[in-house]
C-alpha cells in the first residue's frame, strides 16, 4: 500500500513557475513508476509526465514538452514537478499516482494508487 500527498499547488501568473512534490509513503517507494497527471471539470484525467523507477526514463505530454521537468529522489520518497513558463490553459487538480510495475506508463488505468489532488491556477 502507497498514500500520496501533493503539495505546491497555488494561484500564478501566466508565464510563472510553481514545483509540485508527492510525498509516498511505505518502503517500496523506489519500484513505483510514478506519474503527474491534470484533470479539469468536465474532462478526462488526462497525461502530463512520467517517471520510471529508476528515473532512467521520463515522459512528457507535447503540451508540456520542454517547459515541465518530472524528477524523483527515492531517498526522500519524494517526486517532483516543475512546471515552468505557465499558460492558463496548464490550470487544473494536478494529481501524482503509483504504477507498481516500474515503468510510469502514460495511461492512467496503468496506476495503482493516486494522491488527492493539489489545484494550479494560472492567470492571464
Known amino acids: 500500500q502507497v498514500q500520496l500527498v501533493e503539495s505546491g499547488g497555488g494561484l500564478v501568473q501566466a508565464g510563472g513557475s510553481l514545483r509540485l512534490s508527492c510525498a509516498a509513503s511505505g518502503r517500496t517507494f523506489s519500484n513505483y513508476g510514478m506519474g503527474w497527471f491534470r484533470q479539469t471539470p468536465g474532462k478526462e484525467r488526462e497525461f502530463v509526465a512520467t517517471i520510471s523507477w529508476s528515473g532512467g526514463s521520463t515522459y512528457y505530454a507535447d503540451s508540456v514538452k520542454g517547459r515541465f521537468t518530472i524528477a524523483r529522489d527515492n531517498a526522500k520518497n519524494t517526486v517532483y514537478l516543475q512546471m515552468s513558463s505557465l499558460k492558463p490553459e496548464d490550470t487544473a487538480v494536478y494529481y501524482c499516482?503509483?504504477?507498481?510495475?516500474?515503468?510510469?506508463?502514460?495511461?492512467?488505468?496503468?496506476?495503482?494508487?493516486w494522491g488527492q489532488g493539489t489545484q494550479v491556477t494560472v492567470s492571464s
Open positions: 499516482a503509483a504504477d507498481r510495475s516500474g515503468y510510469g506508463l502514460r495511461a492512467p488505468i496503468t496506476y495503482d494508487y
